[in-house]
Structure formats: structure tokens, C-alpha cells
């Protein structure tokens, strides 16, 4: 019966979602929340307004708009994608200014405020359509499949190769974990196209499917990072916008695996086989929200071994649950310059059934930093 509620519920949210029609596809497709977990596709509204205030900070930027209502002027925000995608796109923090006058139509919040998101942003005197986002593409390689950078040692490098300052992993091919061996469709936020399909995602207990139902049909409004800016872990690290980078630091006996979605943070992967207890400098009993990482070479694949994780974040895009009895282990591997192949086991007795496997690909991004993004900045 619960099940068949969500089931339901989600039929009718996404029939609502095309129903209203406006120019959801122009919405940016990595955000730092769902759109739709804020803002509610049933109540839409065309605003005429002139800007008060350009509040350029993540996770969204806000244009602040004067709203003459019934004799009556009203503050607005106009809710935006991130600095980032807006940057990209050619946006900048000037492209409005206080006195500039503004048609917005978009989703109004669920909550009763006077927000709205930015669906469409009219500049009233030009015509011009603004602060509209296409998602990133991939680079283009001169040579697709140029070899695999190696160590002196013959090892495979994780990062640039000599000689080159920068890159980064990005472009996963894969937004969600499923289950190796199961066709399921997903968007960039991990929602699934069908939720009939949520049992097919992996070995679910049934208290954890009910809740991985659930967040999907609330659009992951309850995900901490949207709602705390609290970290990401596991492999979710790989799954968000901006990118990741893995730092060897070989003197050190340890990779730094950094990444720049969500909150910018970083992992240590250590290498020197010492015991899954913690770092040095204490937390050796502490569940940590990126947990105890014991990596090694098994010829050319980084096979790393992370138990200790707390529950206290998502450890995929779309919501599916763990517990802190949460243990991974992941499979790096560079098969040529310009693609990283990632494989996770999970094996969570508190959540699922029996252990699974979930993978995919990433692009690497030459001759460039990951970019800066701080969730922080701003409300969500």
C-alpha cells in the first residue's frame, strides 16, 4: 500500500511537470537542489518587475525585483542557477543592474514566499532573453585514445602527465547508482524517469526502497547537502557536477582525492597499509563522513577498501539509503589519457539484501583547475 502510494503521487507530479509547460528543459541541469524540491511546477507566474539587488553567490544566484502589486509594491527573489553555470554561459554579475526592468515567468515556492525561479528572465525594453543555461559538454581530444600516462615505475598516473600542470575527472557516464546489468533512466539529479523502476535499482530492504521511493517523489528536497551544505561521500564524490581530482602523492604513501561539487573537501586514500582506524591526528573511532580508505595497487587498478562511514549524508545522487554499516570498495582504473573507468561494490547489510556493483566512465579535463564552487555562500 505505501509503495503504491508513492507510485501514484510521482504519476501525477510528473504529469503535472509537463502539464505546466513552461520551459522546464531550459532549466539548468546541475544544480545544487532539484528546482522542483523548492519550487512547485503546478503554480506558475509572470512577474514584471525592476531590480533592487543582484545577489551573485551560490549555491543560486537571486535578482531581487520590485513587483508593483494591486497599487502595492512587493519584493521578489528570482531564483538562478550557480555562478558557475551562469559564468559558462556568458552571464556575468552586471549582465543586470539596479533600475533594469525584468519579465520573469517560473515556479513559484512550495513554501508561500515570494519566490520564484528563473525559468525565463525577459529584459522588458530589449526582448532579450537572459541568464539561460545549457549543460557543459565534454572536451573534444585531438586524439581520443592517446595512451595511458605512466609513472617512471610503469604505473599508471591518476592525474596530468609529466610535465603538464592541471585536469581534472568530470562527464560521468552514469548519474546514479544502478546496478550493474539493470536498464534504468535517470536524469543528472539521479530522479528516474519511471519511478516503477526504483525496485529494479538495486537489492533493496523494503524500509529502504519506501524511503529511496519517497525522496524521489519529493524531488530529494531532503537531501542534506542541499539542505545543510553538508559533504557528499562515497560514490557520489563521482557523480556531481565540477569534477574530481586524485592527487598521488607518492611520497607519502597516499592519494588526496579532491572534488568540487556540493562542498569543495577532500578524501585521503592511504596506501601504506596501515590499519583501518582513522587518521593520525585522531577520529580513530569516530564514523567519518568519507570513512577509512585503505588503497593498493592489484596491477594496473586502484582498489580501495573504505569502511566507517556515518549516515548522516547521501552516498549517491538520487537518495538512495545506507546505514553506517555502509562498506565500498572501488575500482580505479585508466584504460587510456582520457577515461577513467570507476567500479564500486556496496555492501550494506542494514539497507540491502546481499552486496551489488554499480560503474561507469569519467572524461578527463586537461589544462585546467576544478573549478571553485562553495555551497556556503548563499541560502539554498
Not at 7 to 12: A, G, H, L, P, V
Not at 111 to 126: E, P
Not at 329 to 357: C, H
Amino acid at each position: 500500500m505505501f509503495s503504491g502510494v508513492f507510485k501514484e503521487s510521482n504519476r501525477m507530479a510528473r504529469v503535472t511537470v509537463v502539464l505546466a509547460g513552461l520551459c522546464l528543459a531550459c532549466l539548468p541541469l546541475f544544480a545544487h537542489h532539484v528546482p522542483e524540491a523548492k519550487f512547485d511546477p503546478a503554480q506558475q507566474r509572470t512577474l514584471q518587475g525592476t531590480v533592487s539587488k543582484v545577489d551573485w553567490l551560490n549555491p543560486h544566484v537571486h535578482v531581487f525585483l520590485e513587483v508593483e502589486d494591486g497599487g502595492n509594491t512587493a519584493s521578489w527573489a528570482v531564483e538562478l542557477a550557480s555562478t558557475l553555470d551562469l559564468r559558462r554561459n556568458g552571464w556575468a554579475s552586471d549582465t543586470v543592474a539596479p533600475g533594469d526592468t525584468l519579465v520573469v515567468t517560473g515556479m513559484l515556492a512550495r513554501d508561500g514566499s515570494r519566490q520564484i525561479w528563473g525559468g525565463t528572465v525577459v529584459q522588458n525594453t530589449s526582448g532579450q532573453r537572459l541568464f539561460s543555461v545549457s549543460p557543459a559538454q565534454p572536451p573534444v581530444y585531438a586524439n581520443a585514445n592517446a595512451p595511458t600516462p605512466l609513472w617512471p615505475d610503469g604505473q599508471p598516473r591518476l592525474g596530468p602527465p609529466a610535465g603538464q600542470a592541471g585536469g581534472y575527472w568530470d562527464f560521468p557516464s552514469q548519474y546514479s547508482l544502478v546496478e550493474e546489468g539493470v536498464e534504468v533512466v535517470t536524469d543528472r539529479n539521479g530522479l528516474l524517469d519511471n519511478l516503477d523502476d526504483a525496485e529494479k535499482v538495486a537489492p533493496f530492504q523494503q524500509w529502504a526502497l519506501d524511503l529511496y521511493r519517497y525522496r524521489q517523489t519529493t524531488y530529494l528536497k531532503d537531501d542534506p547537502m542541499f539542505q545543510e551544505c553538508k559533504t557528499q561521500a562515497g560514490p557520489r564524490i563521482f557523480q556531481r557536477p565540477y569534477g574530481v581530482v586524485l592527487l598521488e602523492e607518492r611520497s607519502h604513501e597516499r592519494i588526496r582525492n579532491f572534488w568540487g561539487g556540493g562542498n569543495q573537501n577532500w578524501r585521503m586514500i592511504f596506501l601504506d597499509g596501515r590499519e583501518q582506524t582513522g587518521l593520525p591526528e585522531g577520529n580513530a573511532d569516530d564514523p567519518l563522513y568519507w570513512g577509512h580508505a585503505d588503497g593498493q595497487w592489484e596491477g594496473d587498478t586502484l582498489v580501495v577498501d573504505t569502511v566507517g562511514f556515518n549516515d548522516k549524508f547521501w552516498f549517491s545522487n538520487g537518495g538512495l539509503p545506507h546505514t553506517a554499516q555502509l562498506h565500498l570498495v572501488e575500482r580505479f582504473s585508466r584504460p587510456d589519457m582520457n577515461t577513467l573507468q570507476y567500479q564500486v561494490t556496496i555492501d550494506d547489510p542494514g539497507a540491502y539484501t546481499r552486496p551489488w556493483t554499480a560503474g561507469w566512465t569519467m572524461k578527463w579535463v586537461p589544462d585546467t583547475e576544478l573549478p571553485v564552487y562553495f555551497c556556503q555562500d548563499n541560502r539554498p
